[in-house]
């Protein structure tokens, strides 16, 4: 297994388009989180899944946002009407609770909205 | 509510120097506590995580921190600092419940001069 992995790395789209950022988390990991890093920033939880069940949403996931994990392996973080305040690197983590105590991140989607 | 704060935005040293990067934590739960390091544009990586067994953790690279409960710290040091060590450092605290969010603090770029 090589990681956590996501998919595209770099997205750049104009203001009011619409993107889909794709993350494979670890194989047999049952938790999957997305968060937001912006510039100079710590990232920030937008919202996780275990299995295939979103049990928490971070009151930065505006109704512009949604995330899926349709069969409890990889998942899609879409964005709407995209906004040039949405700029950010999209962070996907996972981990095997209650095995793990930590969690293994990707490389990120960065995104630049124009 | 649980909450990071890392003091000092930038830290500078030279090589061969001592690296001390400061992190408190504010949790009313006993947290689980981690440091991660970022390179440039790159996903996390974890250094080293406190899980309530022993409150000196060692880490990669040559890493380690210090749990202090009465001082709500949790600070990495590094004895001599090496030119590979230059990126960025985020604490970050989660409930004792394996597989929570993390909350993040803002970070610190550490510097290293030759």
């Known amino acids: 297994d090589t990681g956590v992995s996501q998919d595209p790395r770099h997205k750049i789209t104009k203001r009011g388009q619409n993107v889909t950022f794709r993350c494979d988390p670890i194989?047999?990991?049952?938790?999957l989180y997305w968060y937001r890093q912006t510039l100079g920033q710590g990232p920030e939880f937008l919202t996780y899944?275990?299995?295939?069940?979103?049990?928490?949403k971070s009151r930065l996931l505006s109704d512009r946002f949604s995330a899926e994990r349709p069969k409890g392996s990889f998942s899609t973080l879409e964005i709407q009407r995209t906004e040039q305040g949405d700029s950010a690197m999209y962070l996907c983590?996972?981990?095997?609770?209650?095995?793990?105590?930590?969690?293994?991140f990707g490389q990120g989607t960065r995104l630049t909205v124009v | 509510a649980q909450s990071v704060t890392q003091l000092g935005s930038h830290v500078s040293v030279s090589e061969g120097a001592l690296v001390l990067l400061r992190c408190n934590y504010s949790?009313?739960?006993?947290?689980?506590l981690f440091w991660y390091v970022q390179y440039p544009n790159q996903g996390l990586q974890l250094l080293l995580k406190?899980?309530?067994?022993?409150?000196l953790v060692k880490g990669i690279n040559g890493f380690e921190a210090e749990f202090k409960k009465s001082e709500t710290s949790f600070h990495l040091t590094k004895p001599s600092a090496h030119m590979s060590d230059a990126a960025e450092y985020f604490c970050?605290?989660?409930?004792?419940?394996?597989?929570?969010?993390?909350?993040f603090g803002k970070g610190t770029t550490l510097s290293v001069s030759s």
């Open positions: 983590a996972s981990t095997l609770a209650p095995l793990n105590t930590e969690a293994f």
């Open positions: 194989s047999e990991h049952n938790r």
């Open positions: 899944f275990q299995n295939e069940a979103q049990l928490e």
């Open positions: 949790s009313s739960v006993p947290p689980y």
């Open positions: 406190y899980t309530s067994a022993a409150t």
């Open positions: 970050a605290v989660s409930d004792q419940e394996a597989g929570t969010a993390l909350i």
